[in-house]
C-alpha cells in the first residue's frame, strides 16, 4: 500500500492505456506474485468492493409507497377521505360514524402490508438465490491464480482472461494472445474487437477504442489474456454510464395484463358507483346517503388484493422452484416460464450429460495410436484459453494410458480457440530444440488447413481421394454417436513474427479423436413431458448433422428433416419464418443464427424458452423471452440467463414451467372469481335500487363484507391447480375477464333477487310485525335490519363458496379438491361473517339476528346457486374453450 497512490481515480483512460506496461505495475503497486490476502483486503477498505449501484434496487422508503399506493389503494384513500367527511366532520356530533372509513382503510393497510411483506420476502428471495450462481474470475493472490467471486477483485488484481470469461473489472491488458472481446454492452457494436497488451496509443473519441484496456461488461469471445486491474465498482467505465442501466426492466405479457386489467376494472368501478349514486339519489331522496352507498359500492368492486397476490404467488412460485434446483433471476419471468410453447435447446452439455469421455483416439487408417494421444495431451494440456470438456478428457485419457513422466516439453506459443475457425493450436519445444505446431478441431476445418496425411508414420500428400476416405471413417464415428475431432502437427515451424492463424497451413492430419457424450438419463423423459405439456422442442446446435441425429434419435426428437447453417446463408425472414415452424433440428449453426432464429420464433407469436451454456449460446440466450442455464455454464451464459439450473436433471424445466403456470392461474382464479361476483353484486343493487324503498345493504355493511371475502381470498396462492390446467401454456388475456364478469356476474344476481323477495315478503314481515309500509319508523328499521342481514349472510356464502365452483371447470369436491389452506380460511371467512348478526360487532354494523327458518333459506339458495353455475360453468367452456 506504500506506493499505491491516493488518486489513481484522476487517471482518465488515455493515461491509462498508453503509460507504459513498467509504469502501470508501479502505479498500482502489483507485482507479480499479486497481491497477497491482507494486501487485498487492505486495498478493499480503500476503495470497495467490486460492485456496480445499478440505481434499480430499491429503497425501502420507494419499496413501501408502492406497496400501499397502487391505482387500487389511490382509489380507496379518496373514498375514505369522502367518507370521513360526510360520515364524521359534516354531521350533528350524535351522529358522526367513523366506522365506514375505519374499514377502507383497514382494507388498504391489510392489502399494502401483506404486499410490502410479501416484496421484502421477494428481494430476500431473490439476493439468497442468486447468492448461490457466482461469477468467479481467475485472480493471482499470493502467488497463486484461483477463481475468486468478482466483488472480491481488487485494483491492483493480476486477472487471467480466457474466452468465455466476462471482463470483471476494468483492465490495463500486459499480455494477450489473439484476444478477441465482444463491447456490445458497452457500444453496441455487435462484431469483436482484438486488443493487445504492446501497441502505440493515440488518444480516441470513445474510450472503448483504447486497445489496450479490457472493460467491464466486456465478454471474451476468443483469445487469451493476462492485466492489472486499474479500476472497480461505479469507477469503471461500465459503472459510470450504469445511470442507462437504471430503467426499470421491460414489463412481460404479465405485467401488462395486470395493468390492463386494473384499468378497466377502475373504469367500471367508477361508472357502476356513479349510476348507483344517481339511481339511489333520485329514488330515495337522500343524496347523502345515496353518495355514501356509491362509495361502499366502489370499494366493493376493487380487488383491493391483487397486488398482494401477485407478489405472493410470484414468491411461492420462486421458493418452489427452488426447492427443484431452479434459481429465478428475474421473478417476474416465472409467467412467461409457465408461457413457454417451444423449447430450444443446445446439444453439449444441456441434452448431453456434459461428461465426455475419450472413447477412441485412432490413426488415418481408424487403428488405437498412443501417438495421436501424445499429440492431443500436449495440445490440451497447454491451452490456456477457452475451458473444455473435452480438453479434461484428453488429459485424463493420457494420464491413464500414457507414461507422462519422460514428456519434458516447453510451450512456445498458443493460437487460442474460436467460434469461426473451430480449432485451437499450441507450439512447444522438446529437450533436443525440436518444435512442434500441434493443431485439433473440428474435422472440416482440420482436413482445410492440412495439405498431408500420414499413414503408418509415412506422410502422403492430402489428395481428394484421402480427403473422401479421412471424412468417410469421420461419418462412420458419427453414425454412433461420437463427436469427432481432427489432430495434426507441423514440425519446426517459423512465423514471420509470432504465431498466428495464418500459420495454420500446410499441416500433417495424424489421426481422430472420438469422444462419446451420452444424453442424460432423464432427457427422453423431459422431452416427452415438454410434449405432453404442449411445449414443442427444438435443437439448435453448432455441431455437424450425424452426431445430433445421433442424439435425437436417442432423446425422442424426429430426425426427418435436418437443417444446417449453410442452408439458412440468403434466407429471408419470410422464409426462415417458415422453415423454423416446420424442423425441429438445426445443425451447425454460428451464435448469429441461433439468436435469429429464436427471434424469428418469437415473431411467430411463440414464447420462447433458450437452454443453453456455452459462451457461443449468450446471444440466444438473450434473445429469447426466457433464459435458461446451468450453475457450471460460462459466465456469460449464466449472466445472459433469467432461470438457472442448480442440477442437470432436465426434469426441472418441467417443474418450472408448471410452477409458472400454477402462479398464472391462481391469479385468474382470484381476478375472475372476485370481478365476476362483485360485477353480480352490483347488479343486484341496481335493481334493488330501483325497487326497494330503502338501501339493500348499508355501506358499512358493505365495506364488512368485502373485508372478510378480502381476507378469506389470501389463501387463494397456497390452492391447488388442477393437472389438466398445467397441460398447455397460459397468456393473459384482458378480454377474457371482461367475457368472464358478463357470464357469471347476473348469474349470482339471479338469487340476490330470489333472497329480496324471501326477505322482503316472508322473513323480514314475520319479524317486524307486518309489511314495510305498514309498519311505525321504529318497526320499519327493524325490517330494514333483518333485510339487510339476510342478504348480508347470503352475499357472503355465495360469494366465498362460489370460489371453489369458479376455481375448477370440474365438479368441486367431487373431482377436484381444494387445498387444506384456502378451505380453512375460507371457512373461517363464512363463519366470522355467519356470527357476527348475534354479536355486539353486528349491532354496531346494523345487522340483526336472525330466525330460524332463514338458515334453511339459505342452504337452498346457496346449492341452487352452486349448481346454476356448475351448469353455466359447462357451456362457457364449451363456448370459449376454458375457464380459467
Do not use: C
Not at 456490445?184 to 502505440?200: C, D, F, I, M, N
Amino acid at each position: 500500500m506504500e506506493k499505491m497512490i491516493k488518486d489513481i481515480k484522476k487517471l482518465d483512460y488515455f493515461e491509462l492505456a498508453s503509460k507504459p506496461i513498467k509504469e502501470i505495475w508501479e502505479i498500482f503497486n502489483a507485482t507479480e506474485e499479486g497481491h497477497s490476502s491482507e494486501k487485498a483486503d487492505q486495498v478493499r477498505e480503500t476503495y470497495g468492493d467490486n460492485e456496480i449501484d445499478y440505481g434499480t434496487e430499491k429503497s425501502l422508503w420507494r419499496t413501501v409507497v408502492e406497496a400501499y399506493f397502487t391505482p387500487f389503494t389511490l382509489v380507496l384513500f379518496g373514498l375514505a377521505f369522502v367518507s370521513f367527511l360526510t360520515d364524521y366532520v359534516f354531521v350533528p356530533v350524535e351522529e358522526q360514524e367513523a366506522l365506514g372509513a375505519i374499514i377502507i382503510v383497514v382494507l388498504v393497510l391489510l392489502s399494502g402490508t401483506m404486499t410490502l411483506i410479501q416484496t421484502i420476502r421477494s428481494n430476500r428471495s431473490v439476493e439468497q438465490l442468486e447468492s448461490m450462481v457466482e461469477v468467479t474470475s481467475a485472480v493471482k493472490r499470493d502467488g497463486t491464480y484461483s477463481e475468486i467471486r468478482t466483488e472480491d477483485i481488487v485494483i491492483g488484481d493480476l486477472v487471467r482472461l480466457k474466452a468465455g470469461d466476462m471482463i470483471p473489472a476494468d483492465i490495463r491488458l500486459i499480455q494477450t494472445k489473439d484476444l478477441f472481446i465482444s463491447q456490445t454492452s458497452l457500444t453496441g457494436e455487435s462484431y469483436p474487437v482484438e486488443k493487445r497488451a504492446q501497441t502505440e496509443i493515440t488518444e480516441v473519441t470513445n474510450e472503448t477504442g483504447y486497445e489496450t484496456l479490457a472493460f467491464t461488461g466486456s465478454e471474451v469471445v476468443s483469445g487469451s489474456a493476462e492485466g492489472i486491474v486499474v479500476r472497480t465498482g461505479n469507477d469503471t467505465l461500465f459503472g459510470g454510464i450504469a445511470d442507462e442501466f437504471a430503467n426499470e426492466p421491460p414489463k412481460t405479457s404479465f405485467d401488462v395484463g395486470i395493468e390492463n386489467t386494473s384499468l378497466l376494472l377502475i373504469r367500471f368501478m367508477v361508472i357502476m358507483a356513479v349510476v348507483v349514486i344517481l339511481i339511489n339519489g333520485l329514488t330515495k331522496g337522500d343524496w347523502l346517503q345515496a353518495l355514501l352507498f356509491g362509495i361502499s359500492i366502489a370499494v366493493g368492486l376493487t380487488p383491493e388484493m391483487l397486488p398482494m397476490i401477485v407478489t405472493t404467488n410470484l414468491v411461492k412460485g420462486a421458493n418452489d422452484m427452488a426447492q427443484e434446483g431452479t434459481i429465478v433471476r428475474n421473478l417476474h419471468g416465472i409467467q412467461n416460464f409457465g408461457a413457454i410453447d417451444v423449447l430450444v435447446t443446445d446439444k453439449t452439455g444441456t441434452l448431453t450429460q456434459d461428461n465426455i469421455v475419450l472413447q477412441y483416439h485412432l490413426d488415418i487408417d481408424g487403428e488405437d495410436s498412443d501417438r495421436v494421444l501424445r499429440h492431443a495431451y500436449l495440445n490440451s494440456y497447454y491451452q490456456t484459453g477457452l475451458g473444455n470438456l473435452m480438453d479434461k478428457a484428453i488429459v485424463m485419457a493420457s494420464e491413464e494410458q500414457l507414461d507422462l513422466t519422460q514428456y519434458n516439453y516447453t510451450k512456445i506459443d498458443e493460437i487460442p480457440f474460436d467460434f469461426e475457425r473451430r480449432r485451437l493450436s499450441v507450439v512447444v519445444e522438446d529437450s533436443t530444440g525440436k518444435t512442434q505446431m500441434i493443431t485439433k478441431g473440428a474435422i472440416e476445418e482440420m482436413v482445410s488447413v492440412s495439405d498431408y496425411v500420414d499413414y503408418g508414420g509415412e506422410v502422403h500428400e492430402l489428395t481428394d481421394e484421402e480427403r473422401q476416405h479421412v471424412l468417410t471413417q469421420v461419418s462412420r464415428l458419427n453414425e454412433q454417436g461420437l463427436r469427432v475431432l481432427g489432430v495434426a502437427q507441423k514440425t519446426n515451424p517459423s512465423p514471420v513474427d509470432e504465431f498466428s492463424v495464418k500459420d495454420e497451413a500446410g499441416m500433417v492430419l495424424i489421426g481422430y479423436l472420438a469422444f462419446l457424450d451420452p444424453p442424460k438419463e432423464s432427457t427422453k423423459e423431459a422431452i416427452q413431458a415438454l410434449n405432453d405439456h404442449a411445449v414443442d422442442v427444438k435443437i439448435m446446435t453448432g455441431d455437424n448433422e450425424l452426431v445430433t441425429i445421433s442424439v435425437a434419435n436417442q432423446v425422442g426428437i424426429p430426425t426427418d428433416n435436418v437443417i444446417s447453417g449453410d442452408q439458412l446463408i440468403n434466407k429471408t425472414d419470410e422464409e426462415l419464418s417458415k422453415i423454423v415452424e416446420e424442423n425441429n433440428l438445426f445443425v451447425k449453426l454460428n451464435p448469429t443464427q441461433k439468436s435469429k432464429l429464436v427471434g424469428i420464433l418469437r415473431g411467430n407469436g411463440h414464447v420462447v424458452g433458450f437452454l443453453g451454456d456455452g459462451i457461443n449460446d449468450s446471444p440466444a440466450l438473450r434473445a429469447s423471452d426466457v433464459g435458461i442455464s446451468v450453475d457450471n455454464a460460462v459466465d456469460i451464459a449464466k449472466e445472459s440467463a433469467d432461470i438457472i439450473l442448480l442440477e442437470k436433471d432436465l426434469m426441472i424445466l418441467e417443474k418450472g414451467i408448471l410452477a409458472g403456470r400454477k402462479v398464472f392461474g391462481n391469479t385468474m382464479k382470484y381476478i375472475k372469481a372476485t370481478t365476476s361476483s362483485n360485477f353480480g353484486n352490483v347488479f343486484s343493487v341496481l335493481v334493488a335500487s330501483i325497487f326497494l324503498p330503502f338501501l339493500p345493504m348499508l355501506p358499512i355493511q358493505l365495506l364488512f363484507l368485502g373485508l372478510i371475502y378480502e381476507i378469506s381470498s389470501m389463501s387463494i396462492p397456497w390452492d391447488n391447480m388442477d393437472k389438466e390446467y398445467l397441460y398447455t401454456p397460459k397468456k393473459w388475456e384482458a378480454a377474457g375477464i371482461q367475457k368472464f364478469m358478463v357470464w357469471f356476474g347476473p348469474t349470482s344476481s339471479i338469487f340476490d333477487v330470489t333472497t329480496f323477495l324471501i326477505m322482503f315478503l316472508f322473513v323480514a314481515p314475520n319479524l317486524a310485525g307486518g309489511s314495510y309500509q305498514s309498519l311505525g319508523a321504529e318497526q320499519q328499521e327493524v325490517f330494514v335490519s333483518v333485510f339487510q342481514s339476510g342478504w348480508f349472510i347470503v352475499s357472503l356464502w355465495t360469494q366465498t363458496l362460489v370460489l371453489y365452483t369458479l376455481r375448477t371447470p370440474k365438479i368441486p369436491f367431487v373431482e377436484s379438491y381444494p387445498s387444506f389452506i384456502m378451505t380453512t380460511i375460507t371457512s373461517l371467512g363464512i363463519i366470522i361473517g355467519s356470527v357476527a348478526p348475534y354479536t355486539e360487532l353486528g349491532t354496531a354494523l346494523g345487522l340483526a339476528p336472525l330466525p330460524g327458518s332463514f338458515w334453511l333459506i339459505l342452504a337452498v339458495t346457496v346449492i341452487a346457486y352452486l349448481i346454476l353455475v356448475q351448469i353455466i360453468k359447462k357451456v362457457y367452456i364449451k363456448r370459449h374453450g376454458e375457464l380459467l
